[in-house]
């Protein structure tokens, strides 16, 4: 765990609250076990869902928490600045986000938030804490968490363009149903999905330009990443294809990257040997949907070296590693600063 947040190494203040919204949905669930697994020292937990799960009842270290209806306590006061939590892990909807995510704000709570709505407005930060996660030492309202397939891939390739830099890429993602939502994920294992048995090469709707709005999300997000990452960087074409899959969890990613310099195979394993966000593999096992599940880790194989050329496969758990964990890693550095913050004023 220790290495997984390292970007800012500090102990956690224990009196921050935290709040999870959207704890019924799969990342919202999966970011609550990493929360209880590791014992965060979080002061007091709020956890808030829909109308549909209103009122019932989690198992939290050996406590049952009630889920609240987070827009009727917002409407009735019942939340106010004097007991909103200091931060809000938002794993809901676009729509969801947009509405509730500045009624947050104006209660001081900051807000991580798993969804599209913010990633790409230029004054919200973007954030891969192993790449990028310099920018928490500042202070923000609203912290975006990328979409899963961004953060699985970019977290594998990133040694790659640090070492090398990168001209050009082009990408197919084999993204897995819990990618789509509980509700798709129900529909696929009850045998009642389209998916079955099927790959479907469109998620999300399709634009004028023939790309998906997925597809959209993916470059944008990529090329914001990147270019406020502290790296030589001069990737200017992105090219996605996104294609949902038959399988429960975990995304997988073929990529064709350009880079800016020759590549020397030795120097590139070695820069997996350094860096232990990503295992660097020469086996077919490792990079199996099944084999990801619930590890940190993203896996990187398939390595085709060929001058300023360099073709892999990525594979990781998109709840876990796409999801959950890179918003407890944005959470950490966020903890980190303000524990820092209060012991300069002391």
């Known amino acids: 765990m220790t290495n997984v947040f390292s970007t800012i190494n500090q102990s956690i203040p224990d009196n921050l609250s935290v709040g999870i919204v959207g704890v019924s949905g799969l990342v919202g669930k999966t970011l609550l076990s990493l929360l209880e697994k590791y014992e965060f020292p979080v002061s007091r937990l709020s956890l808030f869902g829909s109308s549909y799960s209103e009122n019932k009842t989690v198992k939290y270290?050996?406590?049952?928490?009630?889920?609240?209806?987070?827009l009727k306590a917002l409407d009735s006061s019942l939340l106010s600045s004097s007991n909103a939590p200091d931060c809000v892990f938002m794993c809901a909807n676009s729509e969801t986000s947009k509405e509730l995510t500045p009624r947050l704000n104006a209660l001081g709570t900051?807000?991580?938030?798993?969804?599209?709505y913010y990633r790409l407005q230029p004054d919200i930060p973007l954030i891969i804490p192993e790449i990028n996660g310099f920018l928490l030492q500042n202070e923000f309202n609203i912290i975006a968490n990328p979409n899963c397939v961004t953060a699985i891939y970019l977290t594998a390739i990133?040694?790659?363009i640090k070492l090398f830099g990168a001209k050009?890429?082009?990408?197919?993602?084999?993204q897995s149903v819990s990618g789509a939502g509980q509700k798709a994920l129900d529909?696929?294992?009850?045998?009642?999905s389209q998916l079955v048995n099927n790959n479907y090469p469109q998620i999300d709707?399709?634009?004028?330009?023939?790309?998906?709005?997925?597809?959209?999300?993916?470059v944008g997000e990529s090329l914001k990443i990147l270019k406020s990452a502290r790296i030589d960087c001069k990737l200017s074409e992105i090219y996605a294809t996104c294609v949902r899959t038959p399988v429960t969890n975990c995304h997988s990613v073929s990529i064709y990257l350009e880079t800016a310099r020759e590549v020397d195979p030795i120097r590139l394993h070695k820069g997996f040997e350094e860096y232990p966000y990503a295992v660097c593999t020469s086996e077919i096992s490792p990079l199996l949907n099944r084999n990801c599940v619930n590890d940190f880790r993203v896996f990187l194989g398939r390595v085709r070296v060929d001058g300023k050329?360099?073709?892999?496969y990525v594979s990781g758990d998109n709840l876990l590693r796409g999801a959950a964990l890179n918003a407890l890693g944005i959470f950490w550095n966020y903890a980190a600063r303000k524990n820092d913050t209060r012991a300069s004023r002391k």
């Open 61 to 70: 270290l050996g406590r049952k928490l009630r889920i609240q209806n987070l």
């Open 110 to 116: 900051m807000v991580i938030d798993n969804s599209s």
């Open 158 to 160: 990133y040694p790659i």
């Open 168 to 174: 050009k890429l082009v990408l197919t993602s084999l």
């Open 187 to 192: 529909n696929f294992l009850s045998g009642e």
């Open 205 to 218: 709707e399709m634009c004028d330009d023939g790309y998906t709005l997925e597809e959209k999300k993916i």
């Open 309 to 312: 050329r360099v073709i892999c």
